[in-house]
């Protein structure tokens, strides 16, 4: 049977540079799977509501489930996974469930969090079709990353730092398994 990989939640504000330092990671790694959480929604093609809007909870629940449990399948088989999106603490009850199950993987939380200024010009700047790039929602977003309370401690700012010494920093953190979470939550 092949060890478990870890699996690397990578989260915050749009703008944050999860896709750009997941991606990099992902890449470094010998066995490894970069899961960007937006794919997931646009796979609904019918029915989606935007995930960002309160009347989206339920929906986002049930993908987040298929998320976790895509992510921990890859990881039980070997890879390291990053889960590149919006996860917030809210969303971590669908990993907790899973974690207990396989404690023999790694669960580490990681937040960028740049300025909110910061995060909301990084966003707006984006090309993609498919990008956020309304103020409003991304503000928003911004504001439930704003104070973690006991996960503050899993916070990293990258307002000052280029995509590769951001990425560099992650790395060392996931390495000293700095932002593993207790699957006793």
Do not use: C
């Amino acid at each position: 049977m092949t060890e478990p990989g870890a699996l690397i939640i990578l989260t915050g504000p749009p703008g944050a540079g999860k896709s750009t330092i997941a991606r990099a990671l992902a890449s470094r790694r010998p066995k490894a799977v970069h899961l960007h959480t937006d794919d997931f929604w646009h796979y609904i093609v019918a029915g989606a509501i935007a995930p960002y809007e309160p009347a989206a909870d339920a929906q986002n629940h049930v993908v987040l489930d298929v998320i976790a449990g895509a992510a921990f399948t890859y990881a039980l088989g070997g890879f390291t996974t990053f889960v590149d999106g919006i996860v917030g603490p809210w969303m971590l009850p669908h990993f907790h469930r899973q974690a207990r199950n396989h404690p023999g993987l790694s669960l580490h939380y990681v937040v960028l969090r740049p300025g909110r200024d910061v995060a909301l010009t990084r966003a707006r700047q984006r090309t993609a079709p498919t990008a956020l790039t309304r103020e409003e929602p991304i503000l928003r977003m911004w504001d439930q990353f704003a104070d973690l309370g006991e996960l503050e401690r899993h916070v990293m700012d990258t307002s000052r730092d280029d995509p590769q010494f951001s990425a560099q920093s992650v790395a060392a953190a996931i390495d000293s398994r700095r932002f593993v979470l207790s699957t006793e939550a």
